[in-house]
């Protein structure tokens, strides 16, 4: 009985290693490939985020070259008009802001009526020309 029991020590002794040597092998390999697959659909995701950017920027340069070639046939006066829109809606905006806080703080007007008029739409159209400006500025810093 002995001598069956040292057997099957001496079997599972001497396999018992390479098998779990295997059982390793197979788990990294498994652990490989996936991680290899996560790599690739990354890759992936990021040459169609690299083709959507490249397309965005040749349409944007399209854009460019229409606008220079319409404003090359328009009068100067057009040209300088269309240039002062934005601008002027964002001292309209700003104006109408430190015009109703001024009413507000003079008593003129309730703070109801403050709020109806420079409501949460109104805000949110105010920061978004201001974020405009300020990051033009902040681009055109970069870009010298």
Known sequence: MLSIIGSLIGLVGSTGPELLKRYMDLKQDKADKAHELAIMAQQAEDQRDMKLIESVGAANV??????QKINSRASQWVVDLAGTVR????????????????LLAMGSITIEFYTTIWGAETQTAFSTILAFWFGQRLVSKWSK
């Open 62 to 67: 399209q854009i460019q070259k229409s606008d």
């Open 87 to 102: 601008p002027l809606i964002t001292y309209f905006f700003f104006l109408e802001f430190v015009l109703l806080t001024f």
